[in-house]
């Protein structure tokens, strides 16, 4: 079992400047973490909120410090915003006598595959995944072309699996875009599950309005109930709306599994 009791952990966010609801997981991840006393110090930092990045660091004593991007994918975030934040220059940065050891995204986690599994069966159940469409959603951007990968290589291994009739990769920012799902997917279910950290604006008010379950954005996220009116008659299908997969509890269990797979491949 995992043990730092020398070292801190930071978790670092996205966050959001109009919605609270954004940093809500990895706050209850952090939590976790914290109850099972597993690292001295346990904290999060955020690009669009408090605590900020450029603070973190100073917050925290220990001279060993883990950083965990709870991000999706691996892209512009985690590749050129993390790093420059915290002034990190590669896995491993030394700054006088302190040691910062940056993990890989939770998003590149095998896992994903088994908790985007559990979600989706969730969402629907008693629904046959052989007369389901998965489409598993993405942000995507034109910012960096890594930014989908995540979500391509899910779309691989559960395909792969043959559990449901058709899984597609939809996107929010790039092709297939996610109003392109009445094209795309044949089966009369639709799951479909957002491969984000958190139920932010996107989950709860611009993706409904492209799957066509909502005619307009609607409420701040604490007020919507979105996802309790499972499920949607669209275009002549029963689509299934799922919360966004790092709502999922396990993933504090991922922010622990990326530390371990460091401390492996770095020799900590």
């Given at each position: 079992?995992?043990?730092?009791?020398?070292?801190?952990?930071v978790?670092?966010?996205?966050?959001?400047?109009?919605n609270?609801?954004?940093?809500?997981?990895?706050?209850?991840?952090?939590?976790?973490?914290?109850?099972?006393?597993?690292?001295?110090?346990?904290?999060?930092?955020?690009?669009?909120?408090?605590?900020?990045?450029?603070?973190?660091?100073?917050?925290?004593e220990?001279?060993?410090?883990?950083?965990?991007?709870?991000?999706?994918?691996?892209?512009?975030?985690?590749?050129?915003?993390?790093?420059?934040?915290?002034?990190?220059?590669?896995?491993?940065?030394?700054?006088?006598?302190?040691?910062?050891?940056?993990?890989?995204?939770?998003g590149?986690?095998?896992?994903?595959?088994?908790l985007?599994l559990?979600?989706?069966?969730?969402?629907?159940?008693?629904?046959?995944?052989?007369?389901?469409?998965?489409?598993?959603?993405?942000?995507?951007?034109?910012?960096?072309?890594?930014?989908?990968?995540?979500?391509?290589?899910?779309?691989?291994?559960?395909?792969a699996?043959?559990?449901?009739?058709?899984?597609?990769?939809?996107?929010?920012?790039?092709?297939?875009?996610?109003?392109?799902?009445?094209?795309?997917?044949?089966?009369?279910?639709?799951?479909?599950?957002?491969?984000?950290?958190?139920?932010?604006?996107?989950?709860?008010?611009?993706?409904?309005?492209?799957?066509?379950?909502?005619?307009?954005?609607?409420?701040?996220a604490?007020?919507?109930?979105?996802?309790?009116?499972?499920?949607?008659?669209?275009?002549?299908?029963?689509?299934?709306?799922?919360?966004?997969?790092?709502?999922?509890?396990?993933?504090?269990?991922?922010?622990?599994?990326?530390v371990?797979?460091?401390?492996?491949?770095?020799?900590?």
């Amino acid at each position: 079992m995992l043990s730092k009791p020398d070292s801190a952990l930071v978790i670092v966010g996205h966050g959001s400047t109009v919605n609270p609801d954004s940093a809500t997981p990895t706050f209850a991840h952090a939590d976790e973490i914290k109850r099972r006393g597993v690292f001295g110090e346990v904290v999060c930092a955020f690009w669009k909120e408090e605590p900020s990045l450029r603070q973190v660091l100073y917050t925290v004593e220990s001279d060993d410090v883990y950083v965990v991007p709870n991000f999706i994918s691996e892209g512009y975030f985690t590749q050129k915003v993390i790093p420059r934040e915290l002034d990190v220059t590669g896995k491993v940065t030394f700054r006088r006598t302190r040691k910062i050891k940056y993990c890989e995204p939770v998003g590149n986690h095998p896992r994903m595959t088994e908790l985007l599994l559990h979600r989706a069966a969730e969402v629907a159940p008693g629904i046959s995944p052989r007369e389901t469409s998965l489409l598993i959603i993405g942000h995507g951007t034109s910012l960096n072309e890594n930014s989908g990968a995540a979500v391509k290589e899910q779309v691989q291994r559960i395909a792969a699996r043959g559990d449901y009739a058709e899984v597609f990769g939809v996107f929010m920012e790039e092709e297939p875009f996610v109003t392109d799902w009445r094209k795309i997917a044949s089966q009369p279910h639709i799951v479909a599950v957002p491969f984000f950290v958190s139920d932010g604006l996107h989950s709860y008010q611009d993706i409904p309005v492209l799957l066509g379950i909502e005619a307009e954005p609607t409420q701040a996220a604490s007020k919507m109930d979105v996802f309790r009116r499972n499920p949607y008659r669209v275009a002549g299908r029963s689509l299934f709306y799922a919360s966004a997969i790092g709502t999922e509890p396990l993933f504090a269990d991922v922010i622990l599994d990326q530390v371990a797979a460091f401390d492996s491949e770095f020799a900590a």
